[in-house]
């Protein structure tokens, strides 16, 4: 059975820095296409970052400098490291699958795959 799962969110103060995995099984990541997008209440699913089958990103602006994805599919892992977080960071964040070569953080009804989030909140 194909499964997503996030962890790595919480609570942190401005200014902090969180690593968020997605933990991938029941399917070779090699395969796959990872995004991370985001929701914060009240507001609509937002892409934040996504990593190619070959390693190419992209990252929306709003985190350009301070996110960094990247993928080790020895692990089956995929992480967003995210620094220099700002209270409008908060929100529960998920990760996506797709068996394609490209990724996308503008169109979410490409990935087949979703899991569960995981909350981030920034606040002091």
């Known amino acids: 059975q194909l499964q997503l799962v996030e962890s790595g969110g919480g609570l942190v103060q401005p200014g902090g820095s969180l690593r968020l995995s997605c933990a991938v099984s029941?399917?070779?990541?090699?395969?796959?296409?990872i995004g991370w997008f985001r929701q914060a209440p009240g507001k609509e699913r937002e892409g934040v970052s996504c990593?190619?089958?070959?390693?190419?990103?992209n990252y929306a602006e709003s985190v350009k400098g301070r996110f960094t994805i990247s993928r080790d599919n020895a692990k089956n892992t995929v992480y967003l490291q995210m620094n220099s977080l700002k209270p409008e960071d908060t929100a529960v964040y998920y990760c996506?699958?797709?068996?394609?070569?490209?990724?996308?953080?503008?169109?979410?009804?490409?990935?087949?795959?979703w899991g569960q989030g995981t909350q981030v909140t920034v606040s002091s």
């Open positions: 990593i190619s089958r070959r390693g190419g990103t």
């Open positions: 996506a699958a797709v068996g394609a070569y490209w990724c996308s953080i503008t169109s979410g009804g490409l990935y087949d795959y």
């Open positions: 029941g399917f070779t990541l090699d395969y796959y296409a």
